[in-house]
């Protein structure tokens, strides 16, 4: 939804109309991203990205077919067999999807997922799910933002730095929860190839990167946003790695990583111990950084690394699906 919000953006100023959907319950459909909708503007055109477009055109429909005073709609919509290859799914799938107009989003939503900050949105349904009532939520909101229990929810999952969006039976009835967190920024201080091969895989992730060669603006871009920022050090200079990393320690970055061997890891430890550092502060650098896949080329190391970025921001230690209890989408 984060790619939309220019776009709707400029329709409230324009003063146009829309309509915004986005699935209230799911099921199949194989691997997606969490955060998918479409904005259906007045003529029926679709903007962004909901199962490949399969449903498009019926979902513009009913979109059109919302009467003046009911701001909402809930439709089911389904793909299964031969249509599943010619959609370019990976398998069927069902799913509820709500069509809420636009009006009733407000406009701070846009603005912060267009600035990338901490954000959720909290939609209400009432029982003939014909109208809906949708309120803004951040790190910081208070009870008054919305409904209690679901505000309180939602601070929840964004604390997990993860997107997603859940279906939840609260005390004030049926509410979808859509989580966005900041997007990741990975702060790489150092150059060399693995530094390019780490900004290629955050692009492919959809996140921000930026490559460092000074402490100082490595510090700078970890104070900007640190609920965002992970810090890969690939630098082994003290005058370098020591400060970035005392830095990114002190302030509570959700990832902290260092390249380099074991004497390099101690080196940095003990030169971080000096700084006044603790043992709390020094378990949290992830050295030698990177899951334990097997890697060997440059690339496969940016590819473990991002993974055990990615397992730190959700807060879990890394496994195979097949070794969890759990469900596994299809």
Not at 68 to 81: M, P, Q
Not at 221 to 230: I, K, M, Q, S, T
Not at 304 to 323: K, M, N
Request: proline share 5%.
């Amino acid at each position: 939804m984060r790619e939309l919000a220019e776009t709707a953006r400029q329709w409230a100023v324009q003063g146009r109309t829309g309509v915004l959907a986005r699935p209230l319950t799911e099921r199949g459909f194989g691997p997606r991203h969490p955060g998918d909708a479409v904005l259906i503007d007045q003529d029926g055109h679709c903007h962004g990205t909901l199962y490949r477009g399969v449903f498009d055109a019926y979902l513009a429909e009913q979109a059109a077919a919302l009467t003046e005073g009911r701001t909402a709609c809930v439709r089911e919509v389904s793909v299964h067999g031969d249509e599943v290859k010619r959609a370019g799914l990976t398998c069927g799938g069902q799913a509820e999807v709500l069509l809420q107009s636009l009006g009733t989003v407000p406009c701070r939503w846009w603005e912060l997922l267009a600035d990338g900050t901490d954000a959720a949105l909290v939609t209400r349904l009432n029982e003939a799910r014909t109208g809906v009532a949708s309120a803004v939520v951040t790190p910081a909101a208070e009870p008054g933002d919305g409904p209690a229990q679901a505000v309180e929810q939602a601070r929840e999952l964004l604390a997990r730095r993860r997107a997603g969006r859940d279906s939840r039976i609260t005390d004030d009835g049926l509410v979808l929860i859509e989580t966005f967190p900041a997007v990741p920024h990975l702060v790489i201080v150092g150059g060399g190839e693995l530094a390019g091969l780490l900004v290629a895989q955050a692009r492919l992730l959809g996140w921000h990167a930026a490559v460092e060669s000074s402490a100082q603006d490595a510090v700078r871009l970890l104070a900007e946003r640190p609920a965002a920022a992970c810090l890969i050090v690939l630098s082994h200079e003290p005058d370098v790695d020591v400060p970035v990393l005392a830095s990114a320690l002190t302030t509570g970055i959700p990832y902290v990583g260092a390249l380099g061997s074991r004497h390099t890891q101690a080196r940095r430890a003990a030169d971080l111990a000096r700084a006044g550092l603790d043992e709390a502060h020094l378990g949290r650098v992830h050295g030698p950084i990177g899951l334990d896949l097997g890697a060997r080329t440059p690339a496969e190391t940016a590819l473990a690394v991002c993974a055990e970025v990615l397992a730190a921001l959700d807060g879990r230690e890394a496994r195979v699906p097949r070794a969890g209890a759990g469900p596994v989408d299809s």
